[in-house]
């Protein structure tokens, strides 16, 4: 069964930074991409990042381009999303997913709240 949990959110200022982390388990994690989605107050959702089994690609929506950056360490089942330079509009929950590039609808863990505001 495939399990990810989500971590790292949290309430931060207008150009504050975050970490979030994506423990994976129940599959060979390795092997497979894997996206950040985002869910907004308004419950829509969006991609947000996505990465290659190796790492050795990685994707953003334009909304983040240069202020997010994904990475994932294979050794230990685990993918990051580093969210840097943020905006009240990044204020969403965020969920790692399995899947295909892009894709919105793969399995998802239970998400990680994000809070931008003053």
């Known amino acids: 069964e495939v399990q990810l949990v989500e971590s790292g959110g949290g309430l931060v200022q207008p150009g504050g930074s975050l970490r979030l982390s994506c423990a994976a388990s129940?599959?060979?994690?390795?092997?497979?991409?894997m996206n950040w989605v985002r869910q907004t107050p308004g419950k829509r959702v969006e991609w947000v990042s996505a990465i290659t089994y190796s790492g050795g690609r990685t994707y953003y929506a334009d909304s983040v381009k240069g202020r997010f950056t994904i990475s994932r360490e294979n050794a230990k089942n685990t993918l990051y999303l580093q969210l840097n330079s943020l905006k009240t509009e990044d204020t969403a929950m965020y969920y790692c997913?399995?899947?295909?590039?892009?894709?919105?609808?793969?399995?998802r863990g239970q998400g990680t709240q994000v809070t931008v505001s003053s």
């Open positions: 129940g599959f060979a994690f390795a092997s497979y991409p």
């Open positions: 997913s399995k899947g295909p590039i892009g894709d919105t609808n793969g399995p």
